[in-house]
């Protein structure tokens, strides 16, 4: 028997106002995971073809058509059997379509040119910097790591030239 689980999520607006201090963030709608075997293989269909359309987007600097239809294939799938009803789909929303959902708005306009390749762990992440000049996927994992490695690195080199010296 599958399990299901619910968490409530906010837009972007919601959740920077709060951060400010003002009003608390209002849920906009209810994420619907259901735990079974068909969904997690949507899911990670829906995952790799787009890992795969986007990593080679941005490795070669424009939108492959060789990976298109097998991500459009993956997205159909998991909005098909997804299990909101039309009437109930702006409260609750499955986590399947929540992805088919966040996969199609990279592919409107050139909102897919502000994917990166994080230089620590090889993730891809959306690069919304104002200057778009990201390097890492999170500054406190990824870059943390590759900055002590650099201090480390440094250190090392003056301690080498010391002895050396």
């Known amino acids: 028997m599958p399990t299901v689980a619910s968490s409530s999520f906010t837009d972007g607006a919601d959740l920077e106002a709060s951060a400010g201090g003002d009003s608390p963030s209002q849920p906009i709608a209810t994420l619907l995971v259901v735990d079974d075997e068909a969904a997690v293989r949507r899911v990670l269909d829906i995952r790799e073809s787009a890992d795969r359309l986007f990593r080679s987007a941005v490795l070669s600097g424009e939108l492959p058509n060789t990976h298109l239809p097998a991500l ?28 088919a959902t966040s996969a199609l708005s990279l592919l409107a306009g ?32 990824c870059g943390n790591r590759q900055k002590a490695k650099r201090h480390y690195e440094r250190r090392k080199a003056a301690a080498g030239d010391i002895v050396h010296g």
């Open 72 to 99: 459009l294939r993956s997205i159909a799938s998991c909005v098909e059997n997804s299990q909101e009803s039309a009437s109930n789909a702006a409260h609750t929303l499955s986590f399947e379509s929540a992805l």
């Open 110 to 141: 050139q909102e897919w040119r502000k994917v990166r390749i994080c230089r620590n762990c090889n993730w891809l992440f959306v690069d919304r910097s104002r200057n778009a000049s990201r390097l890492w996927c999170d500054m406190s994992v």
